[in-house]
């Protein structure tokens, strides 16, 4: 899933930057002199937007010596990119090159620390993300996910069905759509059905239907283990997914729950991290 943004997006970033050219470089006369480029880690990271960062150094006209992975975790004072060029290619890519590299690598740092803790209590279960991604920015959000070791929970609409509340209003509440989950289930036959549940009672009512997987949402980890082990007398097969709130304070408490997944949002949200980026002449 750790797939490279396409050029069109990486130009676009450094169209948004550098509309008319760089007029500091320019005035400065500095533009032909030779220099190289350093991005090292100033805390533990998980690297993630590595590839984009050097294809933008590339494409003003750098040549990078050193890339390494998204995916990949580092200690503090880890030098893991590295180009030489011309001032004027270096000033071009440097900033958008850090803010990719601090962005992408701050929500793969978060997203790696969550997953470590929940796997800590269950190696198995999943960690998924949600769709609350700043608008323009889902495919540097979501290769962040992936390289800090979780998956999208749904990418958008068209690719799975998650009912909420907010669509069985239209069918006159939770039951009746229940009722018709035998016609959805024949129509979708590829298609695993998720029905998210506001209350213990719903959750329960939900899995005794035949759904694949049970979502509940924003309840506090200790009634959830409990009703989790009625959803699993009720019926083993369905699959359990914790919803809302859940971030790297709780997440090993979520996991403790018996729950197989995990559906979360916090990642998204918080501090770039920390990368020092050093320019020299050479």
Request: hydrophobic share 40%.
């Amino acid at each position: 899933m750790i797939t490279c943004l396409p050029d069109t997006e990486i130009e676009r970033f450094l169209e948004e930057d550098l509309p008319y050219g760089d007029l500091t470089t320019h005035l400065l006369g500095i533009g032909q002199k030779r220099g190289e480029i350093c991005f090292t880690t100033r805390h533990d990271t998980t690297l993630c937007c590595t590839e984009e960062a050097a294809r933008l150094l590339e494409k003003c006209g750098c040549r990078v010596t050193l890339q390494t992975s998204s995916g990949t975790r580092l200690p503090a004072k880890q030098t893991f990119l590295r180009a030489e060029g011309a001032a004027q290619a270096l000033h071009a890519g440097w900033k958008v090159a850090v803010n990719l590299l601090e962005y992408g690598s701050g929500i793969a740092t978060r997203t790696a620390r969550i997953v470590t803790a929940a796997r800590e209590i269950n190696p198995c279960i999943a960690v998924l993300t949600t769709r609350k991604t700043f608008p323009g920015t889902k495919k540097i959000a979501i290769k962040a996910i992936c390289a800090g070791g979780a998956l999208p929970h749904r990418l958008g609409l068209s690719e799975t069905v998650l009912v909420f509340k907010q669509h069985t209003a239209f069918m006159g509440g939770l039951e009746p759509f229940l009722r018709h989950l035998k016609t959805l289930k024949r129509e979708a036959l590829e298609t695993r059905i998720i029905v998210e549940a506001d209350s213990p009672e719903e959750a329960l009512l939900i899995a005794q239907s035949g759904v694949d997987l049970v979502q509940v949402d924003k309840l506090p980890p200790d009634q959830l283990k409990a009703l989790v082990e009625q959803i699993r007398q009720i019926n083993p097969a369905v699959k359990v997914s914790a919803a809302g709130g859940i971030n790297e304070q709780n997440a090993a408490e979520y996991a403790a729950t018996g729950v197989d997944i995990l559906v979360l949002s916090s990642v998204y949200f918080g501090k770039p991290a920390d990368i020092g980026a050093t320019i020299v002449a050479v």
